[in-house]
């Protein structure tokens, strides 16, 4: 299995821009397909957004289209969660899943999956 770790959370305004990066140890990285997934407190986690192992599958929460992108760089091993024009609803812990199947990324969790840690994004309004 690959070993995730996120990083670039924080605190920032609403309207604000993040970046999010999820590096990935092992050789499996580049044949996973990967998943950025939200948790509010009190709230079922959603997944936010999903990537194909080749970048060419890419999918959107409804809540996030126009403003987040979500990339990979497979030879570094790393995806991204680009999060700009940031509300104060997208506040939540952001963790990072790979699957080998993108279909298993579901839209609470990811079928058989590595999990990130997490890193916690609050925005404030």
């Known amino acids: 299995q690959v070993q995730l770790v996120e990083s670039g959370g924080g605190l920032v305004q609403a309207g604000g821009s993040l970046r999010l990066s999820c590096a990935a140890s092992?050789?499996?990285?580049?044949?996973?397909?990967i998943a950025w997934y939200r948790q509010a407190p009190g709230k079922q986690r959603e997944r936010v957004a999903r990537i194909s192992r080749r970048s060419l599958f890419l999918d959107y929460a409804d809540s996030v289209k126009g403003r987040f992108t979500i990339s990979r760089d497979n030879a570094k091993n790393t995806a991204y969660l680009q999060m700009n024009s940031l509300k104060s609803e997208d506040t939540a812990v952001y963790s990072c899943a790979a699957t080998r199947i993108y279909a298993d990324l579901g839209e609470a969790t990811a079928i058989g999956g590595s999990w990130g840690q997490g890193t916690q994004v609050t925005v404030s309004s």
């Open positions: 092992g050789s499996t990285f580049s044949i996973s397909a």
